[in-house]
């Protein structure tokens, strides 16, 4: 998996608390990504990173906030959690053919 | 607006059939076009790509795919099925290093 790693794998929160996830990769990649899958959706962007502390929307962003201080490390923030916000959650880098590699996944559950 | 669609949720064929997993595009210019499978639980693993050249593209598990520009499609197709090829598979298009996902084939292999 291009040496992506999620954490936490599993996460079950209540609607209103903060929530963040981190991705994390070894390749050095530039670009990195987070997209949520729902049944029906197939994966869709919610924000991405071409660069340290450079960030973008993506095509459903509400809600949601990154950040990304190393190049390394991409953080996806869940301000107030909302029940609509279960999913499960990829991060991806980009490879330098254009590729983009896929981590593990993080299943949300907001009850 | 660019997109691309699975027309079939689910394709079921018995093992040893040939396997078509049909992705049609709506993308100006020169389309990036990729295909993922999923497997239960798993992570996204990347399949094949066309960026140009040969219209037939081979990839990975003895998977191809091949671009016709005629009839704005990109299949992904397999010879023989095998069991283990049982998955969620989507197709995607590339615009600025982003990734659009298709909704999902949900291909169920029978013994």
């Known amino acids: 998996d291009a040496g992506i790693t999620q954490s936490p794998r599993h996460k079950v929160t209540e609607t209103g608390t903060p929530v963040t996830l981190r991705c994390h990769q070894t390749e050095n990649h530039r670009y990195m990504y987070w997209y949520r899958q729902d049944p029906g959706h197939g994966l869709r962007l919610i924000h991405y990173s071409y660069g340290v502390k450079d960030t973008d929307k993506g095509e459903v962003s509400d809600g949601y906030s990154v950040s990304r201080s190393k190049t390394e490390d991409f953080l996806l923030t869940l301000e107030s959690a909302t029940s609509s916000q279960t999913s499960v959650y990829f991060c991806?880098?980009?490879?330098?053919?254009?590729?983009?590699?896929f981590g593990p996944g993080t299943r949300l559950t907001v009850l | 607006a660019q997109s691309v669609a699975q027309p079939e949720d689910q394709v079921n064929v018995a093992e040893g059939n040939p396997l078509t997993v049909k992705c049609t595009y709506s993308?100006?210019?020169?389309?990036?076009l990729f295909w993922y499978v999923q497997y239960p639980n798993r992570g996204l693993q990347f399949l094949l790509k066309?960026?140009?050249?040969?219209?037939l593209v081979k990839g990975s598990y003895g998977f191809e795919a091949e671009f016709n520009k005629s009839q704005t499609s990109f299949h992904l197709k397999k010879p023989s099925a095998l069991v283990s090829d049982s998955a969620l598979y989507f197709c995607?298009?590339?615009?600025?290093?982003?990734?659009?996902f298709g909704a999902g084939t949900t291909v169920t292999v029978r013994a």
């Open positions: 995607a298009f590339s615009n600025d290093y982003k990734l659009s």
């Open positions: 991806a880098t980009l490879d330098p053919t254009d590729t983009q590699y």
């Open positions: 066309y960026i140009t050249g040969d219209n």
């Open positions: 993308v100006s210019g020169n389309p990036y």
